[in-house]
């Protein structure tokens, strides 16, 4: 199927122009999480609705805890689409920038600033969308929701589950657009656009050790922060049990399909590792361009638990008689936060207790439908060569508020990335420099309304 014919009334010089124009704005807001404070940036997107004779609406969840919700409506003879962004962004300490995370500045064919790709790049193509769809009267068989929403990057209570909890009504759709796909991946020569289809779920645990307290003059076999460190190295080195599931197993063969020999044959290898995860390691370290895929691709295989935060003792000659960590757990496919915890345990032993600070199973949507087919089309049409293959993400997106209402979710929030100039996707997430190529950004925009326009348009 070629491109879609609404691609060809629009122009695209001018558009990019103007969506790089709101990304900047959208950007500038400081929105880290905490506090948020994304209203501010809500706001700026409903006056861009409203100039464009959208009817936005602003809800807010929590004082400065605003979001953004507006539709464009179609004849209804199709459940509703929903476009998906968050405006939260975690923190960024500019002594370890390049240039500065909240100003936006382009340099070097980039916008460098926090949020670029995780994601105001999705609420400034997700809003230009749908303005697109307004201003150009494309008549629409489902409604088209954009969802700006808050709070995503602490757990989501006043942003997409809020929303879901209080307003239901607003945001109810038969399929959801959101992160964490449609991006470049470039493996052995292939050109692969992963498109997520499901996500590991979480369980937040805080650990803690007791000793006896006592001068710090004096060691002793009972100081809680050493029983604590013992725990936290051993729990950050340690690979947990492998739990393979239908939606990694999908994605590794479908990966591996698209790859030429040793690649094809060594993948699959992947998913009947019987040697405690080294085989796995070990493919993984030969295959994968960077460790840091090597790092995500090990973990969509099994739980894990990444120690995150400590704290003990409050004075340096005094030794406390609790200490205690946190430790950010992430559910595989297929498994549970009980499992979880019963692989905590065994490695804690009987002087560590393990207490649950918030859980949410994993979230999956099957790829055989029209709609991943539609998706898989556009990265084939608008990147001759390239694949789109079924991926399943290791962390979580507001994906799991959206599927609490039987909503089917894929990550695509489309960026082409140049391969000569050797930026790992997954490291520009949460990492210092985060930026987007800004022809990257417009080619995703144009993909973006493709895709909405094949799921959603009149034929």
Not at 129 to 148: M, P, T, W, Y
Not at 351 to 366: G, R
Request: charged share 20%; aromatic share 6%.
């Amino acid at each position: 199927m070629a491109q879609h014919r609404h691609l060809r009334s629009i122009d695209w010089e001018t558009t990019g122009r103007e969506a790089l124009k709101l990304l900047v704005e959208l950007l500038r807001f400081d929105t880290t999480n905490p506090p948020g404070q994304e209203q501010a940036c809500a706001e700026h997107l409903a006056a861009y609705f409203r100039t464009h004779g959208l009817n936005p609406q602003i809800l807010v969840s929590a004082p400065g805890r605003g979001n953004v919700v507006v539709r464009r409506v179609g004849n209804a003879s199709k459940p509703p689409l929903l476009i998906g962004a968050h405006l939260d962004v975690v923190p960024a300490d500019p002594s370890r920038w390049r240039h500065p995370p909240f100003e936006a500045e382009i340099h070097d064919g980039y916008v460098w600033a926090r949020g670029a790709i995780d994601m105001k790049h999705m609420a400034a193509m997700g809003a230009v969308v749908l303005a697109l769809l307004e201003r150009n009267n494309i008549a629409l068989d489902r409604d088209v929701i954009f969802a700006g929403v808050a709070d995503e990057e602490v757990g989501c209570a006043l942003g997409s589950d809020w929303l879901v909890t209080h307003h239901p009504e607003l945001v109810r759709a038969e399929y959801a657009l959101g992160e964490l796909g449609g991006f470049t991946l470039y493996l052995n020569g292939k050109t692969i656009y992963p498109i997520q289809v499901a996500e590991k779920g979480i369980c937040w645990v805080r650990v803690r050790a007791r000793g006896k307290p006592g001068h710090g003059s004096v060691p002793t076999a009972e100081n809680a922060t050493v029983r604590l460190a013992e725990f936290v190295a051993k729990a950050g080195r340690t690979r947990l049990p492998m739990h393979v599931s239908e939606p990694v197993r999908r994605f590794v063969m479908a990966l591996a399909e698209t790859q030429s020999l040793p690649a094809r044959q060594v993948l699959p290898l992947l998913l009947g590792d019987a040697f405690g995860g080294r085989v796995s390691t070990l493919i993984l370290d030969r295959v994968m361009p960077d460790q840091g895929s090597a790092n995500v691709f090990s973990a969509l295989l099994r739980n894990t638990a990444n120690p995150t935060v400590l704290r003990a003792g409050t004075k340096t000659n005094v030794v406390p008689a609790v200490a205690e960590a946190e430790l950010d757990g992430r559910i595989a496919l297929g498994s549970n936060a009980e499992e979880l915890l019963a692989e905590l345990r065994a490695l804690a032993g009987p002087d560590i207790e393990i207490e649950v600070i918030t859980a949410a199973p994993p979230t999956e949507t099957s790829p055989d439908t029209e709609v991943f087919r539609d998706l898989a089309a556009v990265v084939a049409d608008h990147d001759p060569g390239a694949i789109a293959v079924p991926y399943v993400i290791p962390g979580f997106t507001d994906a799991k508020s959206w599927s609490k209402l039987g909503t089917r979710c894929y990550g695509f929030s489309p960026v082409r990335f140049d391969p000569k100039h050797d930026i790992r996707y997954a490291e520009l997430y949460h990492g210092d420099d985060e930026r987007i190529p800004v022809d990257g950004f417009k080619f995703g925009l144009r993909m973006l309304f493709d895709a909405v326009c094949r799921i959603a348009a009149t034929p």
